[in-house]
């Protein structure tokens, strides 16, 4: 299949090169069209209690998220006569803009202490609007230029989701462009220096074109279904310029290796396409089925990054097997002009990674305990790790919502702004029973009051009335307002809700609310983690078996990522949660928790790389294999062949994403460092240590699998060999009966090998 691709390539290049351009142009410009239709929530479990609570409350009883939330600060105090005369003119200026329907504040709805701040100058201003989506938040930037900052001697802070949302969004589309302004520089250079010419150095850049622009066109076709984040982005950006310096990498590599030996430009480039454009194929079918894991979970926030990962995986893979292979057809031996390193650019068998290969097989053991020891030392902070959920922390602390948050947090520990609902059906017919359930509620550790149709409830005890009875019923349905004194997106939050829940309630009452958004949120993603890693575990071990037909190298390789996962996760728990090198990072807000979302998304990100570089390491000893080498010699060669690639390819990625730590966002800035930290660890210690420690420890057996499976393997494999069934091969493992079939554009036999250097 690849040899025909490469001769339909060769044959037709200038056609071939002219409708990627078209599409290029096509793609960059309706694709841009996608920055104005992204959002920045998408958390919640759309499918959950919280959601169908939400929805009712909107339609029964018109209650909505507030559009803005105010903290109000007086110069001497909240009922000093001519500061409570000042703050109600503003409350009354507030009220009378367009699209809103309600003001509560402290001046205008009986003075309720749970509106007063603690120091006893500050008092609460809660915004409603019939508004939704971009509407919303028009509003309610509109609220903040208007009244924020200074209103004659009165301070005036923003806050609430839309204002957020809409800081988040700005800040992460700026720190994108921050970020590929530090980024592309860095790396154009380093790839000069990885590539050897000016000419080579710029082939990355086509098929990250290709990839960054085509998945744009694809999301923005999605947001016309769909809700898509802004956060996918990132990964659009990151993944394509990533896996264009790998691919390209790889081939331009193997092209320059074909070059040397056949001579003939057209040969090299169909050889390259069959063997390197097999690889290509093989780890971005391995990094889309990973990534494709995200669609499992129920936030769109992380479906996101599904859509965007498949999408920027599979046209940088297109992208590398048609678009680079026309280029390279055209170029011929001119990818090596403008040379800026001396010597011949061609890969040879002997170096550095062909002597630590064969180092570390002299003596694996003691590799493979060292190394797992300072693995596991590093991932023993995770042991601790808590998670928890984005919000206003995320952004910088002097970030103009971030402070209002963090005044309405600390002065109004009561919050009316954003309240546990519950919703009991037909409960009006029950008065006597809601009124006990209300009691059985206020004496939840943490709930500071319970406000039901009639009654305000504290301890068990009703203090007051309900001066608003009338917003607590709807037909014969009950709403009950439970006021807790815990941060509603927390550890701490979704405690209060699963507590609440198991208060014994009347039949169909639901249980909604931010904090119940954030716990609904956080069990839809544990729910289905189950099913995300027996869908990775399965899928990886399939397509690597088919691709090997070994059952050993597949586990091997699994079990290989998940500690270097549990070293990613250590680290992230070492610097995020407990908060040490924040002034490296560029400073962030400590909560103690990591955000979970980003954490699934780090890890499988991770996983999916770290199996693109597993793709490339054992083509090359597979290859080796095939050709009659007994396993040690295979992996010395396959890895003095791969490593210089993997290393390269990895620190390049790694500076593509080490870049969004300038990112002003915290989970940004986690992104950054997880998925860095975990490819130049992957290609380093894993693949250069432990690989060859642990293939030289299981010897032949690397290459096992039962009879069945490798009778499947020759029918279905994803091998460039074909002919007779494989004979038995010097360490135990199989090779072509041919000693070395490898296609009819390849060599026929271990003497028609490259001449080793």
Known sequence: MFETLGHAVVRRRRLTLVLFVVGLVVAGVVGSGVFTRLQAAGFDDPGSDSAAVSSQLETLFGVTEPAAVLAVETPTGVDAPADAAAATALVGRVAARPGVTQVVSY???GRPEALKGTDGRTGQVIVFSDRTG????????????????????????LGG????????????????????GIAIPVTSVLLIIVFGSLVAAGLPFLVAAGAVLGAFLTLFLITLGTDVSIFGLNLVTGLGLGLGIDYALLVVNRFREELAVHGDVEAAVVRTVATAGRTVFVSGLTVAVTLASLLVFPQ???????????AVTLLAMLSTLVALPAVLALLGRNVNRWKVTRGDLTPRDTGVWATIARRVMRSPWPVIVVVLGVLFLVAAPARDAVFGQVDDRALPADAPVAVASAVLRDRFPGREASPVDVLVPSGAQDAAGVAAYAERLSRVPGVVRVVTPADVVTGGARVAPNPSPAAFTAGGDVRLSVIADVTPRSPQGQALVDDLRAVTAPAGTLVGGSAAQYTDSQNGITSRLALVLVWIAVTTLVVLFLFTGSVVLPLKALLLNVVSLGATLGALVWVFQEGHLSGLMGGFTVTGALDTSMIVLISITAFALSMDYEVFLLSRIKEEHDRGLETTEAVALGLQRSG???????????????????????NIKQLGLGVAFAIVVDATVVRGLLVPALMRTFGGANWWAPRPLRALH????????SGPAPAAHPDGGVTPAAAGSTGSTGSTSAQDAPARR
């Open 107 to 109: 001046w205008t709805s």
């Open 134 to 157: 971009d509407e919303l938040a028009t509003l309610a930037t509109g609220l903040r230029d208007t009244f924020g900052g200074t209103q004659g001697d009165l301070t005036v802070r």
């Open 161 to 180: 989701a839309p204002l957020v949302n809409e800081a988040i969004t700005k800040r992460i589309t700026s720190d994108l462009g921050r970020a590929e």
């Open 300 to 310: 769109y926030f992380l479906r996101s990054f599904g859509y965007a990962g498949i």
């Open 644 to 666: 210089r690639i993997i290393t390269a390819a990895a620190a390049l990625l790694a500076i593509v994403f080490v870049a969004f730590i300038s990112s002003g966002v915290t």
């Open 714 to 721: 020759d029918r279905f494999g994803l091998s460039e060999s």
